[in-house]
């Protein structure tokens, strides 16, 4: 099966770029990879579920999803 490929043009952020870069990084992908990945999962409609899904018997799940990094430069594993 063929797909058709569809160019978009996205502008984003430089801390948003960096943080793609360091989760790309981490899944060993690149970021345009990831981005799209993400753009596909999105028209898959998969995140549409998610607060319904922590809400059940949790804590309430407020709708924004914040994401603390922890970057040790000194220390290397």
């Not at 502008?11 to 753009?39: D, E, M, P, T």
């Not at 922590?54 to 309430?60: D, F, L, S, Y």
């Amino acid at each position: 099966m063929l797909y058709e490929v569809i160019t978009v043009n996205v502008r984003v952020k430089s801390k948003n770029w960096i943080l793609f870069g360091i989760l790309a990084q981490a899944h060993g992908v690149s970021r345009c990879y990831l981005f799209n990945y993400l753009l596909w999962l999105e028209t898959l409609g998969v995140g549409d579920s998610i607060v319904n899904t922590v809400n059940a018997g949790a804590p309430t799940f407020h709708r924004s999803y914040r994401y603390i990094l922890d970057v040790d430069l000194l220390v290397t594993k």
